[in-house]
Structure formats: C-alpha cells, structure tokens
Nanobody, 119 residues
Framework: VQLQASGGGLVQPGGSLRLSCAASGSIFNINVMGWYRQAPGKQRELVAAIASGGSTNYADSVKGRFTISRDNARNTVTLQMNSLKPEDTAVYYC??????????????WGQGTQVTVSS
C-alpha cells in the first residue's frame, strides 16, 4: 500500500493551493483519511481529517479556509487551501487508516509535500 501526495508549492499570502493524495495497492477499505503538517522546529499536527462516511474534523487554525474531501471510489483525499497565511508554511503529509486485503489494519503516511506561503 502506498500514498502518493501532490500539489504543494509556493504561493503568496491570500492565495490558494490544492493538495491531493491517492492510495494504491492491496486495499480492502479505508477508514479515516487526513492531512497533517509539520513546520520547522514544530511537532507534526493534524490539519484536517475525513471519515469514510464524510464527517470531517479541522484544526481551529484552518477552519473556514481549508476544505477536505475524498473520493471513496478512487481512494483519494484532497485538501483545498484558501486564504493561505505565512503560518501555513510547512511540509504537508497525507495519512490513511487502511484495512488491507489481508484484513490487517495499518496506518500509512504519504511522502511530504512542501507548502510555502510567502510574498
């Protein structure tokens, strides 16, 4: 099982970016999918998460600016980030709680993607 993230980059304050992450491999089912971020010198923190049924959870710092969504048929999760601030600068990681075809449940991380918000 692999998670492949894409979509980071450099954007000016107030701008938007869209991150995507696709899970592939021997997947039976995916429970929660989410995005975390880690800024230099800080701990990794949850940004947003979405359950298979669609319920969502956001960090207070991104509520009203970021939107998480998923496509269960394609095993993808997307983070739309609007009104970006310099403090959103971090490496963003996708995460998924996956039940494999062998019925083992594991937590997986994608490779990080850099988001830099700067003028």
């Amino acid at each position: 099982v692999q998670l492949q993230a894409s979509g980071g980059g450099l954007v000016q304050p107030g701008g938007s970016l869209r991150l995507s992450c696709a899970a592939s491999g021997s997947i039976f089912n995916i429970n929660v999918m989410g995005w975390y971020r880690q800024a230099p010198g800080k701990q990794r923190e949850l940004v947003a998460a979405i359950a298979s049924g669609g319920s969502t959870n956001y960090a207070d710092s991104v509520k009203g600016r970021f939107t998480i969504s998923r496509d269960n048929a394609r095993n993808t999760v997307t983070l739309q980030m609007n009104s970006l601030k310099p403090e959103d600068t971090a490496v963003y990681y996708c995460n998924a709680d996956i039940i494999r075809t062998d019925r083992l449940r594991r937590n997986y991380w994608g490779q990080g993607t850099q988001v830099t918000v700067s003028s």
